[in-house]
Nanobody, 115 residues
Framework: QVQLVESGGGLVQAGGSLRLSCAASRSISSLNVMGWYRQASGKARELVAVIVRGGSTNTADSVKGRFNISSDNAKNTVYLQMSSLKPEDTAVYYC?????????WGTGTAVTVSS
């Protein structure tokens, strides 16, 4: 079992920055992949960024160049640094992890970007 707890969401003006954190209940080096999805009101959940064991990362085209995913193994935490935020980035952001085929989710943290 893996518990994931997100933090760092909030209200920010367009052009601003936020950093989301996802703290895992076990060593993240034991997880195959971690990352972030987001879901805007009335829309499907969208993959935002992933980081795989070993450190390779990938981000969605919609956030490429603005969002960056990173991890701190010592803190068992994954981060999503979001810059140049746009109103269309408004969503609930969910942390996820996969460990040997089992998927785990956090409860989400809301991000609202005002224009």
């Amino acid at each position: 079992q893996v518990q994931l707890v997100e933090s760092g969401g909030g209200l920010v003006q367009a052009g601003g920055s936020l950093r989301l954190s996802c703290a895992a209940s076990r060593s993240i080096s034991s997880l195959n992949v971690m990352g972030w999805y987001r879901q805007a009101s009335g829309k499907a959940r969208e993959l935002v960024a992933v980081i795989v064991r070993g450190g390779s990362t990938n981000t969605a085209d919609s956030v490429k160049g603005r969002f960056n995913i990173s991890s701190d193994n010592a803190k068992n935490t994954v981060y999503l640094q979001m810059s140049s935020l746009k109103p269309e980035d408004t969503a609930v952001y969910y942390c996820f992890a996969n460990r040997y085929g089992a998927a785990y989710w956090g409860t989400g943290t809301a991000v609202t970007v005002s224009s």
